[in-house]
């Protein structure tokens, strides 16, 4: 059974991309916990990121750094935070939220809904500066 992740990659249900290549995506977190909130997912459905192969997780980590410069850069934020929890969906993938506080890292913060609208804005500051 595909995972939420699966039918948004393969554009069964909506995502807003700010990347994509034959290995991963970055779409834009219908809970974000902060604005510009990103996660970037394997293609391949991995449930534990350490089971992805080591040549997997190099790319997952570069594609991470690149949209994080270019998190900072859209939001000007002070950090943008890394986390994988991996409880959530069973599809390895990594959050990276904009932050000027420690507190702003959390899954409390995560909003209950989002405007599309407001994803489409954080998506195309998000590639503006890639």
């Not at 807003?16 to 970037?40: E, K, Q, W, Y």
């Amino acid at each position: 059974m595909s995972t939420v992740f699966t039918m948004i990659i393969n554009g069964d249900i909506p995502g807003t991309f700010v990347h994509r290549d034959d290995r991963c995506v970055a779409f834009m977190s219908i809970n974000p916990m902060t604005p510009g909130h990103a996660l970037v997912v394997p293609i391949e459905e991995i449930d534990h990121w350490i089971d992805a192969s080591p040549e997997l997780s190099t790319h997952l980590f570069e594609v991470s750094r690149r949209i994080a410069k270019a998190q900072e850069r859209a939001f000007g934020c002070e950090k943008v935070g890394l986390i994988i929890a991996g409880y959530e969906v069973p599809h390895a993938h990594i959050h990276l939220v904009p932050t000027n506080e420690m507190s702003e890292l959390s899954f409390a913060n995560a909003a209950a809904h989002v405007d599309r609208s407001d994803l489409e804005d954080w998506a195309a500051r998000i590639i503006a500066a890639l």
